[in-house]
């Protein structure tokens, strides 16, 4: 059943609204909110309940965010008038739809099996959500991330990663230096002055790739870890590869040599 609420003083409005202003309430109720259709389908396709489901009365007029409304499992079900859904929305333009949902509690540091990204000191969201975006298609499970890494849950992280959040194991504030000489595998990081291009290292097996700051790189405390480097050939003569780019190229260089 989808309940209206009309106004500002509503304690459910409230809480969402402290959700939708303040990353600091996010991480405290382990929320993340999914704005738009494509991120609420996405999660319903991964088998999750939303705890809440919020539409627009015009986001509801149209039928493929009724549908979702209607149908998507979830806690609570609202409908807000516009005005109100607006002043919740993460984007310029209102999609209509938004979902609240509860990320992952924290774990112990898992055991790591196959290909694993290992992310350090990455803050720009649109940079994280791409490499999910990519790892996810590459076929690559596991993600790990250092404290001081952006919110991996924040609302510009999920849109750039158009749901690949729903198919990866994402581990924040992960010690790094202590998981990666225990990789069974290859620690691989990427590192301009290498000797070896990312092309003619052998990455058929398991491998462990390790990707910093988008400024300052890996850390030395952590790249000692490392049992190879590798760099990106840049014939054309640009200085250095955005991180999700060279994120890109290292995982798809993987998955070439595999299938060929």
């Known amino acids: ?26 991480r405290e109720h382990r929320a993340a909110i999914l704005d738009g259709p494509h991120l609420v389908a996405a999660f319903r396709a991964s088998g999750g309940t939303a705890e809440a489901l919020v539409a627009s009365e015009s986001g509801y ?16 079900r609202v409908l807000l008038p516009d005005r109100l859904f607006d002043s919740l929305a993460q984007v310029a333009t209102p999609t209509g739809i938004l979902a609240v949902v ?20 990455l803050q720009d969201p649109g940079n994280l959500g791409s490499i999910l975006r990519t790892a996810l298609a590459a076929g690559v499970r596991q993600v790990l991330l250092a404290t001081g890494c952006v919110f991996a849950w924040s609302p510009k992280v999920l849109r750039a990663g158009q749901g690949a959040h729903f198919g990866l194991a994402i581990h924040e504030n992960a010690p790094l230096a202590a998981l990666a000489p225990r990789f069974a595998g290859q620690v691989i990081a990427t590192d301009p002055h290498a000797a070896a291009s990312v092309f ?13 700051a988008e400024g300052g790189g890996v ?16 014939p054309g003569g ?11 190229v290292c995982l798809f260089e993987q998955v070439r040599q595999r299938t060929r």
């Open 1 to 26: 059943m989808t309940r209206r609420i009309v106004s500002r003083e509503n304690a459910l409005f409230k809480h969402l609204a402290r959700l939708a202003s303040s990353s600091r309430a996010r």
């Open 61 to 76: 007029a149209r039928a493929e965010v009724r549908a979702l409304v209607d149908a998507a499992p979830a806690q609570d």
């Open 102 to 121: 509860a990320t992952p509690a924290p774990t112990a540091p898992p055991d790591l099996a196959g290909t694993c990204l290992m992310l350090e000191g």
């Open 200 to 212: 003619e290292l052998d990455l058929a097996g398991p491998v462990a790739w390790v990707f910093g």
């Open 219 to 234: 850390s030395p405390g952590l790249a000692a870890h490392a049992t190879a480097r590798a760099r990106i050939p840049m």
């Open 238 to 248: 640009a200085e250095s590869l955005n991180v999700a780019a060279a994120a890109a």
